[in-house]
């Protein structure tokens, strides 16, 4: 008889599918939040899926909630991703899968309690619940036509038909010193390079902050016990829209800290020296992209 119940129990324990919100929070005093992705698990199956929403225009519900950081959702949401991964070396049961969004109560991506949910299909619930809980339709229809999100996107988007993250292009790169200051992309060959949009198309305190912000970077990489960092190459991809006086002004203050000034039209060409460099460095040879 107790053998019998302890079979139960463990078909109980491991027999449902789960799904749990991923929040944001970037106040964690103030209690707001928006949902950024969905987790799913499925015990009986030992599966486990993730999705979340990758990128943050300016009229994403992200943006909008004061201090909002699409750029620290996308870091933790990885990070997030990395963590499953790890976690899922042993066998998902509903106990852990808890224990699990447990860690995350205090965090600014938080984990909603599990829910059960009587589906067969745990793929196709994922997808049914980042539709209805978190899919942000308003903000893909509303197209960023200014700021430094345009230069990114444009940027980010010749790199990827070259196929230079496959070939290990970074995205959202925290640097390796104590502000842990984060740039839009990066890769190392010798020593480490990284970019950052910055755009003029916007009030003059945003797009001040956008440099100072981006001089302060490269200042304290310059300064890291890493050789290969503080030898390093920094650039800035721009556009020339804006107010020219300013961004004269601007692109003047980055070229006295050495910091490369590059057009967003460059970025083909920039996309190919990059694609050279990552291949050089990297001792197993690699299709073209």
């Known amino acids: 008889m107790n053998k019998q119940t302890d079979n139960d129990c463990k078909t109980v324990t491991q027999g449902r599918t789960l799904y749990s919100v991923i929040r944001y929070v970037p106040n964690i005093l103030r209690e707001e939040f928006v949902n950024v992705g969905v987790l799913v698990v499925s015990p009986g199956q030992n599966w486990h899926g993730l999705r ?8 994403s519900r992200v943006k909008l909630l004061p201090g909002g950081d699409g750029a620290f959702v996308r870091h933790a949401v990885k990070a997030l991703g990395g ?3 790890r976690y899922s070396e042993y066998e998902w ?5 808890r224990d699990f969004t447990v860690a995350y109560a ?6 909603t309690a599990p829910r059960p949910a009587a ?7 994922l997808q049914m619940l980042f539709t209805q809980l978190v899919e942000d339709v308003r903000a893909e229809r509303t197209v960023p036509q200014r700021g430094r999100t345009v230069i990114r996107d444009e940027v980010r988007s010749v790199f990827n038909q070259r196929g230079l993250f496959r070939l290990g292009l970074k995205e959202d790169y925290i640097l390796p010193v104590r502000s842990e200051p984060v740039v839009d992309l990066a890769y190392q060959n010798g020593v480490w390079h990284c970019y950052q949009a910055v755009a003029f198309d916007v009030d003059r305190r945003k797009a001040s902050s956008q440099v100072n912000a981006f001089r302060q970077t490269v200042t ?6 890493d050789p290969l960092l503080a030898q390093g190459h920094f650039a800035v991809f721009t556009n020339h829209r804006g107010d020219s006086e300013l961004r004269e002004d601007l692109l003047g203050l980055l070229e006295e800290e050495s910091i490369e000034v590059l057009d967003v039209r460059d970025a083909l060409t920039e996309a190919s020296k990059i694609a050279h460099d990552l291949r050089s460095h990297d001792l197993i040879p690699r299709p073209q992209a």
């Open 106 to 111: 205090a965090n600014n991506l938080q984990l």
């Open 52 to 59: 979340a929403l990758s990128s943050f225009g300016e009229g």
């Open 220 to 225: 304290d990489a310059r300064r890291a016990d």
């Open 93 to 97: 049961t509903e106990e852990r899968f």
């Open 119 to 125: 589906v067969s299909d745990a793929a196709g619930l």
């Open 83 to 85: 963590a499953l991964t």
